[in-house]
């Protein structure tokens, strides 16, 4: 079956269980999700998942929330036995309340981010505490509890803290002469620029600009909440015939009925089915939960990006 055809049937599975209730921007992402992961949905796994949710946790939970279809399948592909997936995040989350992460939808995504290992959650909690602590130097409002995952995931890349932080200010400040608007969404496409290297790189602003004005060429425009799409294109180095194929991938999306209305919805699926799967490389999560202050919008981009990091090894090496 053919990547997009099974976007299409990823989106039947996923439409059958979730219903109408749930907003089709969500529902097409999660089933870009799967179909970018070479996962099938299963109807009685996600619904035994999304019932011990249910049964677990208090019904002011994020994981209650209009995010608990987002969080589920994230679980569902973790590959873990349901009950266990589900104790993980849980004490995941409890880590970081330990540590004064504030509470909220963005600290369950930080969580969704940390490994699986236990013995590698001090470091990797205080990573992220450094790493926040050093953007705040340099952008001291921008830098809050939605920047969480950013610094989980971030944070637990090689690389000096200090420089990291530094480089992404350089990179927000060379942006903002592009006509990149200053503000949230410019924040985390800098930050996702460092992560394939925490130093400046002179040719990356270049880099992100030719991308965008050339997406823009054949009309395909970035929203500002898609600003971290063309970051990980430019982190990533992919070439023009890589580019091309998201193009090509993103008009064949577009001619679907499912997109009609809803076409921005398939630029960060055409990226993550553009990109090849990585053997050994357990997906990670739903970082760019943080590119929206709309939840329901930030959904789509977190389904993207959990590709785009189990993903973007292969893809880089390829391209080299």
Do not use: C
């Not at 880590?95 to 590698?120: G, H, I, R």
């Not at 200090?162 to 503000?183: C, D, S, W």
């Not at 194929?245 to 076409?263: G, H, S």
């Amino acid at each position: 079956m053919m990547k997009i055809q099974k976007v299409e049937h990823n989106y039947n599975k996923l439409k059958e269980i979730l219903g109408w209730s749930v907003d089709k921007r969500v529902t097409l992402s999660l089933a870009g999700y799967y179909t970018s992961l070479e996962k099938d949905v299963d109807s009685v796994r996600f619904n035994k998942i999304k019932e011990i949710l249910k049964n677990r946790v208090s019904v002011f939970s994020p994981l209650r929330s209009h995010l608990q279809p987002l969080f589920t399948s994230v679980l569902d592909v973790s590959g873990q036995e349901p009950e266990e997936a589900i104790d993980q995040l849980l004490l995941k989350v409890e880590e970081l309340k330990k540590k004064s992460f504030k509470m909220n939808d963005y600290t369950y995504v930080a969580a969704l981010m940390m490994s699986d290992e236990s013995d590698k959650w001090d470091f990797e909690i205080s990573r992220a505490m450094e790493l926040m602590s050093a953007m705040k130097v340099h952008h001291r409002f921008l830098t809050n509890s939605d920047d969480y995952p950013f610094a989980i995931f971030l944070g637990k890349l090689e690389g000096d803290i200090t420089t990291r932080a530094a480089t992404m200010n350089k990179y927000y400040e060379e942006l903002k002469n592009h006509k990149f608007y200053a503000g949230n969404e410019l924040q985390w496409l800098s930050q996702v620029l460092t992560y394939t290297n925490p130093g400046y790189d002179k040719e990356t602003v270049p880099r992100v600009v030719v991308i965008r004005d050339g997406f823009k060429s054949v009309k395909i425009k970035f929203s500002i909440s898609q600003y971290p799409l063309i970051g990980f294109m430019a982190a990533l180095k992919l070439n023009e015939n890589q580019l091309m194929d998201i193009v090509e991938t993103y008009r064949a999306l577009t001619n679907m009925k499912l997109f009609t209305w809803y076409k921005e919805s398939a630029l960060p699926i055409a990226l993550g089915l553009t990109l090849n799967p990585s053997r050994d490389i357990r997906e990670t999560t739903a970082i760019s939960m943080t590119t929206s202050l709309e939840l329901l919008l930030q959904a789509q981009q977190a389904m993207m990006i959990s590709s785009i990091a189990a993903t973007s090894f292969a893809s880089s090496s390829n391209s080299n």
